[in-house]
C-alpha cells in the first residue's frame, strides 16, 4: 500500500532525490564540446595532405628543372674547353709538322681539358655558389676563370708538351741546342701561340655570360622555393 501523500509510481522526493552525474557533464556534451573545441581529423586531412603533396611536387620540379639547367650549362664549358684543345693541338702539330699519332694526340687533347674543366667548375663554382652563397660577380669571375686556366692554359700546355716530344721523337724539326729546348720551342711556335689568343677571348666572354647565367638560375629556384614555403 502506498504511502499517504505519494502517488504510486512517483519519483522521490527531497533527499531521495539523486542528481544524474552529479559534478559530471552527460556524454553527450562532453562529446559536443570536444568536438568544437578542436579540429576534425578527417577535415585536416583533406585540407592539408594535397597541399603539402603539391608543395612537395613543386619543389621537386624546381630542384629538377634547375639541376637540369646546370648540367647544360656544365657541359658547355667542359665542351669549350675540349674545342680549345682540339684547336691548340691542330695548331702545334702544324708548327711541329708531327704526322704520327694523331688519334692518340685528338683524343687525349679533347678528353681532358673536358674532364678538368668539368671538375673544376663544380668545385669553384657550383659547389662554392651553393655553400658559400657567393655574389655574381665572384660567381662570373670564377666561371671565367675555370675557362682561361682549364679551357686555354691547360690545353696550350699540353699540346705544346705532347707534340713536342713527338718532334724530338720522329726528328719532324731541328734538334734544339742543349739546355734551351724551351726557348728553341718557343720561338718555333710563337705564331701559333698566338692563334690562342681567340679561344682565350672567347673564354672569358663565355665564362663571364656562364657564371651570370648560373647565378641567375640559383637566385630565381632559391626565390621560388622560398615563396612556395
Request: contains cysteine; hydrophobic residues 40%; aromatic residues 8%.
Amino acid at each position: 500500500m502506498a504511502a499517504p501523500g505519494r502517488e504510486a509510481g512517483s519519483a522521490p522526493r527531497g533527499k531521495d532525490v539523486v542528481p544524474v552525474g552529479a559534478g559530471e557533464m552527460p556524454k553527450d556534451i562532453k562529446m559536443a564540446t570536444y568536438t568544437r573545441g578542436q579540429l576534425s581529423p578527417s577535415l585536416g586531412d583533406k585540407e592539408l595532405g594535397p597541399m603539402v603533396i603539391e608543395i612537395i611536387e613543386k619543389k621537386i620540379e624546381y630542384l629538377r628543372k634547375e639541376n637540369t639547367l646546370n648540367i647544360r650549362g656544365t657541359l658547355l664549358v667542359g665542351t669549350a674547353a675540349g674545342f680549345s684543345g682540339i684547336l691548340a693541338n691542330f695548331l702545334f702539330r702544324h708548327c711541329f709538322k708531327v704526322k704520327h699519332d694523331a688519334l692518340k694526340t685528338y683524343a687525349s687533347l679533347t678528353t681532358l681539358p673536358f674532364l678538368s674543366t668539368l671538375v673544376t667548375y663544380k668545385l669553384l663554382v657550383t659547389d662554392a655558389l651553393y655553400s658559400d652563397n657567393i655574389s655574381v660577380e665572384e660567381c662570373a669571375l670564377r666561371s671565367s676563370l675555370v675557362g682561361i686556366v682549364c679551357g686555354v692554359l691547360y690545353p696550350t700546355g699540353l699540346a705544346f708538351s705532347k707534340n713536342g716530344r713527338l718532334a724530338v721523337k720522329y726528328h719532324t724539326v731541328p734538334l734544339p741546342p742543349k739546355g734551351r729546348v724551351l726557348h728553341h720551342w718557343l720561338m718555333l711556335c710563337q705564331t701559333d701561340i698566338k692563334g690562342m689568343l681567340i679561344p682565350l677571348a672567347f673564354q672569358i666572354v663565355f665564362g663571364i655570360y656562364q657564371g651570370i647565367q648560373h647565378y641567375a638560375v640559383f637566385q630565381s629556384t632559391l626565390e621560388k622555393t622560398v615563396h612556395e614555403d
